[in-house]
């Protein structure tokens, strides 16, 4: 009786272990910056993010950055400019990761957004804070009038019809 009722609390320690645990994989950007904007499409920008380990697993934070023409990121509708990771990071250990990004040379004239989405080696306990961005002005090429759009800019362009 005793063997079945020592297995039997084994299997319930066993059981009960991953909920017992604490915090896991957790990455946070802390802080984002961009040199260089106004900057020519086609050209480069400057580039740093600083992100913690505030997990209590050995990780690293692969910071990836994306270009958006609205605030919100997301992997599905913006487009990945560069990427990079950072070194090994124990529990609170922060790390600085700055890089020259090429911006696209087909860009209009407007604003867009520049940003990270960072990702660790294991699932994120708390993705929400793995997300930061900032607005980037654009310096498009020039173009001359035609009939699809007068200007350069985003504002004025307009959606090309399948019949035009």
Do not use: H
Request: glycine share 8%; charged share 15%.
């Amino acid at each position: 009786m005793k063997n079945v009722v020592r297995v039997s609390l084994s299997l319930l320690v066993l059981l009960l272990a991953p909920l017992c645990a604490t915090a896991g994989m957790n990455l946070r950007v802390d802080s984002i910056s961009i040199t260089g904007s106004p900057a020519n499409a086609g050209g480069s920008v400057q580039f740093t993010a600083t992100v913690t380990n505030i997990g209590d697993q050995l990780t690293a934070a692969l910071v990836e950055v994306y270009l958006s023409s609205d605030p919100e990121f997301t992997t599905a509708d913006d487009q990945l400019l560069w990427f990079a990771q950072s070194p090994i990071l124990s529990p609170g250990q922060s790390a600085t990761v700055t890089q020259s990004v090429s911006l696209p040379a087909a860009l209009a004239t407007g604003e867009y957004f520049l940003g990270t989405i960072t990702r660790g080696w294991y699932e994120d306990v708390d993705p929400s804070d793995n997300v930061a961005g900032g607005a980037l002005a654009v310096i498009g090429a020039t173009c001359s009038p035609d009939a699809f759009e007068q200007d350069d800019t985003r504002a004025g362009a307009r959606p090309v019809e399948v019949n035009d």
